[in-house]
DNA sequence: CTGTTAGCGCGTTCAC
DNA sequence: GTGAACGCGCTAACAG
């Protein structure tokens, strides 16, 4: 490999010294240059290759610019976008996203901190936080800037850049009742997650709030947003016997498995019962059937929880007291397709009777 | 944020030079220092949260154990196993990967190595060249490792992992002739990408060899591995009318929009025509029907190609001279799914008579 | 406007 | 076995 031109190699070429180079190099400080030396400066590291030498910058300067970015699995289809935002937004201001994944372990969490640290990342952005983690609560001591995304922390001290999860529900069970359906089930996420609770406490509040049946066992939870857990919640559910007609799931792999299950006992979706998921995640409207569910702007999360991420970093180098952490919530919108319909006739007769 | 513990401050608080620490704490010198020195020394660093600054030993010994990590779209569910693999073997030398996507621009693709370069990455892997691109012909020609995974360039200099498309498309072949399919229809993928122009001529060649009908009009090329193309494929095939009762996808996304517009002409699969994807990508198995493909490991190809890349660079430092180019074939299988079905006695034993 | 000087944190020669 | 000195490539303060 050629041995990599540094700013001395232009300075020589040039014979100038290094520092008007560094100078006519950086948009900055090319003001103090003679126009036609930095156009000269500027034409000879072209042609030489130059390239800036990142170490010896962050060395220098104590800044990388570099950002982390945690997910639980970039494999799991909700991830990928979530990361394409957060390196769209921070390519356009010459920062690079390293991403890691944790696999929801604690132990895998705090390791990949650590190497990310010793990188010198600037912030995090953490897609991949429990409710009351104690790896971010740790690092935000340390002053560490960090943004939540799609999740949050219980901490509000820590920024964040979610979704509007109760409206996200409340649409869909106002969409259920309009279709006549009264005895809903609920397949929850994991509760140590904030997406899972306030999913799971939103669909609560609007079960009662709606006059919908309320009965505990209707609502079973997943140890994880797998199609997996969504298959055996659907089983444990049909296993209870309690009669439902439409089945909230509080994603869209979760759904997916239960609509596998469905089918293993020969129930079919929508006829037999109405599934609904949440993310409106890719080919969500390519399955069989095609998913009614919320579409979160996932993309657009991670885009903005890079921005306000790169906004607390400029902050920060201005004042010495920090800003109270800003709180970003995204709107949801509704995707109704083939995997709900109406109750028959019959039954929505019998639906009002009773209420 | 708390001031970073440098070296100099475990060496102050013990008393002892930089130097000591730093050997104590480097496995390869710490025969060089009393044992119990060293102890102290760790135990130090330990107490005080040292972390051996990445950018001062970058710049120290021109090593950043960085490697880029190159792909079309990460937002693509091929690439997130793909990386996946690679970032996890990558972990285990104690090297991170920095993941860029290029969107397939050139444009894009040379600002991305531009910065990667500037990062000092020792090495790339490329997920998404093209069959000659001229941004790895260049690095190629600067000496920067490489490694292609999934795709090839045609320049056998270059190192690769990739899959044995001839094989998969030979079964996928295979299968359907043996459910009675004699008049087989091909969306094609971009010829331009070494996967699509190795799976299209292995489609053509064994066709032959099977004693399939060989007719140019079965077959319409996509411009890019997507569900849309596959829609638009699809509908083309289908005005071309002429008759055929499978249909052979380069891809799942191909297959997936495909089997959508034959759907919307009020055909249904496999029943009207049976259907074939490539890749086995995730929910694959969920679709409807779900797809007939070609298994193909992803995530052990990320994980290969980070290993090989690896000897590569742990190879260059030792001898001078560079061994040639490695390229691994991995093995594909075949799952047989619900999109593809024997033809109907009766068309059999047309086909038959025919042949 | 440009050159000089210093030092970021570390590994690696040398001496001792 | 340990300390001293140097320099990787760069930016920033200070001179001129």
Redesign the interface.
Same mark, same amino acid.
Do not use: C, K, Q, V
């Given at each position: 490999? %050629?041995k990599r031109v540094t700013l001395k190699d232009v300075a020589a070429a040039l014979g100038v010294h290094v520092s008007t180079v560094s100078r006519a190099l950086d948009p900055k400080t090319r003001h103090l240059i003679t126009p036609e030396v930095a156009e000269q400066v500027v034409a000879a590291s072209e042609r030489l290759g130059y390239?800036?030498?990142?170490?010896?910058y962050?060395?220098k300067t104590n800044r990388?610019r570099t950002i982390g970015v945690i997910v639980p699995?970039?494999?799991n289809?909700v991830f990928?976008?979530i990361? %394409?935002g957060a390196?769209d937004a921070l390519m356009r201001h010459?920062y690079?996203?390293?991403?890691g994944?944790t696999d929801s372990s604690l132990r895998r969490e705090a390791a990949i901190v650590?190497?990310l640290?010793? %990188?010198?990342v600037e912030g995090l952005i953490m897609a991949s936080v429990t409710a009351n983690d104690s790896v971010v609560g740790r690092l935000a001591q340390?002053?560490?800037p960090m943004v939540t995304v799609n999740r949050r922390v219980d901490d509000a001290g820590i920024a964040s850049v979610a979704h509007d999860e109760r409206e996200g529900v409340r649409r869909i069970l106002t969409h259920l009742a309009s279709l006549g359906h009264r005895r809903i089930a609920a397949i929850a996420g994991p509760q140590d997650l904030s997406t899972g609770r306030s999913r799971h406490q939103a669909f609560l509040e609007y079960r009662a709030a709606m006059g919908l049946a309320e009965d505990d066992g209707l609502v079973v939870f997943a140890g994880g947003f797998t199609?997996a857990e969504g298959e055996r919640c659907a089983e444990e559910l049909l296993a209870r016997d309690r009669g439902f007609t439409a089945l909230v799931c509080a994603n869209d792999l979760l759904a997916?498995g239960a609509i596998?299950a469905l089918r293993r006992r020969r129930l079919s979706c929508p006829e037999d019962v109405s599934v609904t998921g949440y993310n409106d995640m890719?080919?969500a409207d %390519?399955?069989?059937?095609p998913l009614t569910t919320i579409r979160v702007e996932q993309y657009r999360a991670g885009h903005a929880a890079a921005d306000l991420l790169i906004e607390m970093l400029a902050e920060r180098s201005g004042s010495a007291e920090p800003a109270p952490a800003r709180h970003i919530v995204l709107p949801v919108e509704m995707v109704i397709r083939g995997s709900t319909q109406a109750l028959p006739a019959v039954s929505v007769a019998r639906g009002r009777a009773k209420a």
């Open positions: 490999m %050629r390239r800036p030498n990142a170490a010896a962050s060395l990388t699995d970039i494999t289809p990928p976008p990361f %394409r390196d010459s690079i996203a390293i991403l994944n650590d190497t640290l010793a %990188r010198g340390e002053g560490l199609d997916i596998a890719p080919l %390519r399955l069989f059937p």
